[in-house]
């Protein structure tokens, strides 16, 4: 993606850098727009959206959020709009066997953007990075948390995920690696180990960690993921937290352990389907309650549902991060 920009605008990525919105809004190609909100799917991790229908192309971005997070999600949605626009890009979209492959590369892409490498390294070193590593990070750029999560994320050492909450313990953003799915923008995880800890100490100075050796993520669902070791900071008035499967830098000492037996509720609710149903068994590699349509959250990583016609269909049936069809549109 990196490449095609580069190709298409040489020096551009430079430019970028250092004020992405201000360069797009020299691009004859595509336009910004900026909004007091922006509605998106709950497949997008970002508060912006791509509208390739008007001419130009459209990158909208929630005017509300800080300067960094809207530099972030601009370079998101311009993520979204390479991989419409190339033909490559699209045809490496298609193949791709990865849930979640577009809206992840649009964020890794952001981020390698707004943080180079050499910069990265500085802060992270060779190892998983803590969440000091990561204020660190943020202190010495210009770029969003977000972006740095996302950075951060790309240099865990173990499956895990790095998550950024509000002061109420709400999830403003995430990320994981391998088998830990990391929680849903918008979701409550205040009553974790981890996180119940840090709104414990509110006034912390930033950067400074708070441990626990054993945590986890509270799913929607009801139930949670497996046990993690985690660690949290906070950093300028939001809550950055690395939890990790094992090899957690902060602990002289931690492998991998046995998952602890949950009990499941009773009922879920499908997002699908738009029902609930009886919970009778659970997915093998998400872990979460299957439907009796056999949808889970491998499956809501696959396809959406038309807020048209209601129907649901693989995510090729939808331009970029939309919820209306092909079909429909």
Known sequence: MMQVVERDHPGALERLRGGAIQELRTWSDVQVKLTAEVQTSGLCSVAGGYKPATMPPSLWVANASSPGRRQFTVLHELGHHLQNTDPGLGTGLLNADEDGFEDAACDLFAARVLLPDDLVAACFGDRTPTPGDIVALYRRSTASRAACVVRAVEH?????????????????????????????????????????????????????????????????????????????????????????????????????????????????????????????????????????????????RRQRRCERCTMTYDKAMFVGTGTVCRECI
């Open 156 to 300: 865990l050492r173990s499956f895990g995920a790095v998550v950024l909450y509000d002061t109420d313990g709400i999830v403003s953003f995430a990320a994981g690696r391998g088998s830990v799915y990391p929680p849903a923008r918008g979701s409550d995880q205040s009553q974790t180990p981890l996180v119940a800890a840090a709104l414990q100490h509110l006034d912390r100075p930033d950067g400074v960690p708070i441990t626990v050796s054993d945590t986890v993520i509270a799913y929607r669902t009801g139930h949670t993921s497996g046990r993690l070791y985690g660690q949290a900071a906070w950093c300028d008035g939001f809550l950055v937290a690395v939890l990790v499967e094992d090899h957690a830098p902060w602990q002289s000492f931690s492998p991998t352990r046995p998952p602890i037996t949950m009990s499941q509720p009773r009922w879920a609710g499908c997002e699908l389907c738009q029902d609930s149903f009886e919970v009778t068994g659970a997915c093998a590699t998400c872990r979460e309650p299957r439907c009796p349509s056999g949808h889970c959250a491998c499956t809501m």
